[in-house]
């Protein structure tokens, strides 16, 4: 009993020391062969989820050769992850999910200057004014709304008019979506702070049904839970490619209204990359023609760069009334719009 | 009898000198736990002025008031539910009770985001319960209910798997004077049976308290603001570390707060034999028509904490294939989830025994310290301790940065006090006599410890590895920042699914890792069973 104890407890510890062994001869293996061959390995952090982005990867390795070492995770994760790295980050590339996030590492110095020619393939709005970080693709803010229970004739033209008494108990959102709370900055940065705080208190007080991300908040448009929901244009499609068709569709708020908010998802070379060359390439593929192409067919995104038409169902981008707001200041009006919602309750 | 008192009134350590090999083993391991209370001095380091205005408000008060409020009911709750269940699986004759003893212990494999997400749908407005009905205005789940709901029905294990290891060890000849005195059966169990088990509840609740301090998950699913959405809203919104680190230290005071408090309530009695003879075995309690209340308290507990939140993956992953979606068997996934986790369970282990033996043994100063920072990993959101690591590892121990000993390390850290409390309140119960007896025929100290005191402390020491083996399977922050690249487990996969919206691909790996987590929860029980068997056959 006892010898049998000890004689587990032993074999463990020397298991462990052999795993312990074996992991520290992995990283120091790959640093010492470094052959051409391996130069040819990039290591990108993606805040962009695996279900999205995993065959574009695949594309890309197909297409150029260059083998891809994806870590996922959450965008804002992953840029914490990079400033406590610093200069000893193994990424050579960061693709993330929203503008604050490549802000945030842009700002402690860490990317790079990316090629002009690539910079400018991409509009104006969707890319660092200092050249750090470029978009590759754009998200539309929307209302969705169910087909069968109101006409888009009934939907007004402001996100505003939701706070009005007779959407009480009509709406709902994912406030602790990111998508959501940049929607929220923006507004912040057009009409200030307080007119925001009137906005949120306007919409609690009208009861809506908190959702936990975009999907569900479609999700329960679909089942008349809700009849209206603000979320990402491309969410009623890829909700339509797992549960089937749905009787849900996107409203676009006009005149520049912050409820129209065009966000984009974009990408930087880190400046300790030691695969700067590999690092470019994967820049320019993902806003290049194949990107491009990908992520309006498959991920139902707008493209950014001019020559890739959008989805067919997509109001094209130029058509879209959004609000004249920088992205890359967004990511500073972040945390007022999160402390906003907290002190709303929404959050 | 009179000699055999337990509850004497000091307990005075019996090896007044700590061994030098034990007090450095116990300096290696506070060493490595200081790991992430040293990443957050530093990064307060670089705090000015603005940070404390930042931090110094009234909304970090009331966030702070509120984690308060919540730790002291959720605690209360889990040892109200995990007391009483632990000694009816143990000692009476409740109908399977032997059925129960596993079951009750299943709400620890759910993940508490999951157990509230399950909890929403069925409780929460326009949830199952309501749509069922079709009554308006039933009360829903959700805020300060909702949060005290799901935190104790997913955490009283830790109260229940403690308390029932300290059960089995409780020597019933107290109890049988009580009752021989003339005391009721209630009153037996409320004055003498309770005041045994304090190192045992008291650890179990310490579990419960420290873990309701650093959750998010299901505080944020309930829609109550506490202490951890003030740091989470600075790792997000500001990509700011320093007020994030400022925030982190407070909530690390807090859980000294609690450790402190937890050290009184455990108080310095004696919970060993004394006399002569040896610990007799218990006999069974009749609870006559009182053993349906208890079979139907358990009953309704599995159902509400284990069935329905199963049931919800399971009608995800129904839906899904249903729908012709692809459902993904993860068997790498779960061989990755298990290997690590065995893995940190083993060297947590390890790391906990001589910050058990320091406080229960020697009760030192360099005892209190040592827990005191060894406990600091398991109070902080396991974000704030993964990028601990990622600092200091990517810049000064790159070899092992993104590696599987990382990763160990970090549930190490993370999970420690799941390990040492466990050993700690065993090593109480068997108190030092016994060691003191085989040094005076001659042992040395470390064979007294092979040969006598292991084998009595293993019970507590495989609740320790069981409880740490299933908290590292649920592990997400630490593991998707310190994996190596390409590195799946079972929790990265449900979030690479719950994250795309995807809940039929989140609930294969979900399901999977309940059953994984159950076989170890079902071999604990059983091994107990099966050692009041050996003792019986003997008799």
Known sequence: MTRTLWTRTAAAAAALLLLAACGADEPAAETTGADPAEEQTLTVYSGREEELVADLFEQFETDTGIELDVRYGDSAELAATILEEGDSSPADVFFSQDAGSLGAVAQEGLFQELDADVLERVDERFRSPDGLWVGTSGRGRVAAYNTDLIDEGDLPD????????????????????????????????????????????????NDPKLYEDNSSTVRGIAAEEIEVGFVNHYYIYEVAAEDGEIPVANHFFTGGDPGALVNAAGVG?????????????????????EGQTYFAEDTFEYPVAPGVEPGEDLVPLDEIESPDVDLSDLGATIEPALELLAEVGLL | MARAAHLGPRARPSFARVPAGLLVWAAIVCLVMAIPLAYILLRVAESDAGTWDLILRDRTVWLALRSIGLVAAVTAGAIGLGVPLAWLTVRTDMPLRKVWAVLVALPLVIPSYVGAFALISAFGPSGMLNRVTGIEGLPTIGGFAGSFAALTLFTYPYVYLIVAAGVRG??????EAARGLGRSRLSTFTGVTIPLLRPFIASGGLLVALYTLHDFGAVSLMRFPVFTQAIYLQYRGAFDRTPAAV????????????????????????????GSGTAKIAGRIHLGPWRWAAFAACLLITLIAFVGPVATIAFWLARGAARGGEVRLTWAAAGASMGISALGASVALVAALPIALLTARYGSKAASFARYVSYSGYALPGIVVALGFVFFASNYASWIYQSIPLVV????????????????SSLLQVGPRIAEAGRALGSGRRRVFVRLEAPLISRGALAA???????????????????????????????????????????????????????????????????????????
């Open chain 1, 158 to 205: 402001s996100i505003v008019d939701f706070t009005d008494p007779q959407w009480k108990g009509r709406i709902g959102f994912p406030p602790t979506n990111s998508s959501f709370q940049a929607f929220v900055a923006a507004m912040i940065e057009l009409e200030g702070e307080d007119a925001t705080r009137d906005f949120l208190e306007g919409l609690k007080a």
């Open chain 1, 269 to 289: 070379v880190l400046a300790s990359s030691d695969a700067t060359d590999a690092a470019r390439e994967f820049v320019d593929y993902l806003t290049g023609d």
């Open chain 2, 170 to 175: 409780l020597d019933p000849s107290l109890e």
């Open chain 2, 247 to 274: 925030l982190s230290l407070m909530l690390v005071c807090l859980a000294l707060v609690i450790l402190v408090m937890e050290v009184r309530a455990r108080g310095r009695a004696r919970y060993h034999r004394v």
């Open chain 2, 409 to 424: 390390l970090a549930y190490v850290v993370l999970f420690l006090p799941q390990a040492s409390e466990p050993l700690q």
């Open chain 2, 465 to 539: 590895w069981a409880l740490v083996f299933l908290t590292a399977m649920k592990e997400l922050p630490a593991t998707l920042l310190l994996r190596p690249t390409g590195f799946e487990t079972l929790a990265t996969r449900i979030w690479t699914g719950a994250t795309a919206g995807l809940y039929s691909k989140a609930a294969g790996p979900a399901l999977i890792l309940l059953a994984i987590c159950a076989i170890p929860l079902y071999v604990l029980a059983r091994r107990v069973e099966a050692r009041d068997l050996e003792v019986r056959v003997e008799k």
